[in-house]
C-alpha cells in the first residue's frame, strides 16, 4: 500500500491525476547506489531522460551522480541544476549541430558518439570552436537484453552505436581528427533487465573489445557500460529499493581493468522508478455483460508505458482492502484504445471518486506526458506536503 492512514486522509484534497513522489524513497534508494558504486570505485551518471523533475534531479546532483544527457536541453538543464560540467556526458543517436556546438561551449566531460559520421561532424564543430572534444565510442555489442523489443537496443539490427564491423573504419577516422580524443568505449543494451546474466555477457563483450582496441595501440580510460538495471513492476513494496550490490558486483567481478581504467555507469530508472506513482480518481464505473470498467481521469497522455510498450503497472485502490475483489479494466479518458492501464485487474469493488494508485511510475511516466486532447499540465504532490 502507497499510503498511510494519515497520509490517506490528506492526499484526497488534491486535484487529480497528479504524479505523488516519495522523496524519502528516492534518498534512500540514492544513497544505497551512490555507496555501493563508491565502494567498488565506480561512477555513476543519471540518465535524465528518465525523469528530469526540478525536486528529484536536485536531489541526485546534491549526492554527487553525474548527469547523462540525451538532447541539448538536457544537458542545459543538467548544468542549470548545478551539475558540473566535467561530469555531464551526451549520448543519442541524432545530436544535431546547435546540441553540439552547446555542449562544447561548455566543455562537457564527453560525447557518447554513435556513428563514424557523427565522430566527423564533431571533430569540424570542435575544430570551429578551438577546442579538443572528449568522446566515447558506443559499440553496439550484439548482446540480446532478454526485454521487451522495443526497449532493447544492443543488438546489430538496432539503430544505436556503431556495429562491430565498422570499428576498424571508426578507429581510423579518430586517429586522423585532430580535435577528438577518444576517452573511452561505451555501451548500453537495454532497459528494465533483471537478468544478471545479461550483464555478464556484456561485460564480456566489453573485455573483448577493449582488448581490440588496446591491441591496436589505443588507450582506453574509461569503460561506460551503460544503464538498464531493472525494477520490480510486480511487487513495488517488497522490493522498493533495486539490488544495487548484486549488480555492481557483476561487473565488478567480470570486467577486466586495470588501476587506471575508470568504469561508468548510466543509471536511469533503477534511481527513480519506484519512488513515484500516478495518483487518479475513479470518474465512472461501468459494467457489460462479462466486464467491469474503471474509467480514470488519468490516461496515457499522463502515463504513457502501458498504451507505448505494454508495460505492467501495479495497480491499486487508495483506502481501505477487501478480501472481496473484482476484475476491472481500467481505463484513461483518452480517444484511443490503447488507453488501458490495465485488463483484468483484481481491486475492491470501486465507486466514482475513489482513489486510484498506479505504481512504480517515476521512471519514463512524467517525462512522456503530453498535452494530447489538450490535457491539463502535470500536477505534482511530494510526501512532504503530506
Ligand atoms: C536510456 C538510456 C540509459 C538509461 O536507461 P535505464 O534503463 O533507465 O537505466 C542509459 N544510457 C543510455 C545510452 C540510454 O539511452
Redesign the pocket.
Known sequence: MLFNKLQEEKIKDFETPFYYYDLDLLHETLSRAKRAADQRNFHV?Y?L??NFNDRLLSEIQRQGFGA?C?SGNEVQKAIDTGFPASQITF??VGKSDKEIRMALAHGIFTF?VESIQEMEVINELAVEAGVIAHVSL?INPNVDAHTHHY?T?GLDENK?GVPTSELEQAAAVIRKSANVELMGL?F?V????TDMNVFKSLCVKVNEWKNWFEERGTTIRILNV?????VDYQQPDANPIPDFEAYFDVFDKFLERTPQQEVHF????????QCGSLVSKVLYTKSGVKKHFLVLDAGMTELMRPALYQAYHQIERVGEDQQSKLNYDVVGPICESSDCFGKEVPLPESKRGDLIAIRTAG??GEVMASRYNLRDEIRYVYNSDL
Open positions: 551518471h540518465a531522460k528518465a547523462d540525451v549520448a543519442g557518447n558506443r526497449i537496443t544505436f561505451h548500453h537495454g532497459s528494465q533487465i551503460g544503464g538498464g538495471l531493472g548510466e543509471l536511469g530508472r533503477a534511481l527513480i522508478a521512471a519514463y
